[in-house]
């Protein structure tokens, strides 16, 4: 599934895979909160609760879409976090791995604290 992250300076498209917290994410889309910045990551609450399934990482490459279940959370990483040991994206604790971005993820870096973000299919 194809879904579409769009904020006030910009836009990117994901691929995400078939994986129980995909299809819940799906099932909220479309979905609309306020950005938060944490090092070189863009997260936002989606109102979606899961939990932590098997595959479950903490240590991702940039522009994996991840979920942080502890935040019923998007996470979107595109270089390192407070975190992060040299130049990892670490996230806060495992994360559920989604898919990832299409285009050039450093493009989340226009993203600023507090920005009106939204997913929807694409």
């Not at 990551?41 to 994996?64: C, I, K």
């Not at 299409?102 to 929807?120: A, F, N, Q």
């Amino acid at each position: 599934m194809q879904i579409r992250i769009s904020w006030p300076a910009g836009q990117l498209t994901a691929t995400l895979e078939e994986t129980p917290t995909g299809k819940a994410l799906a099932e909220a889309l479309p979905i609309s909160a306020s950005a938060r910045t944490w090092g070189e990551e863009v997260y936002f609450d989606t109102g979606v609760s899961v939990t932590l399934e098997h595959d479950a990482r903490q240590v991702v490459e940039p522009g994996t879409v991840a979920f942080w279940t502890e935040g019923d959370a998007l996470a979107l990483p595109y270089g390192p976090t407070p975190v992060s040991r040299g130049g990892e994206s670490r996230l806060a604790s495992p994360c559920n791995v989604l898919g990832s971005l299409d285009g050039d993820p450093r493009l989340l870096s226009t993203v600023r604290d507090g920005d009106p973000i939204r997913v929807e299919r694409a």
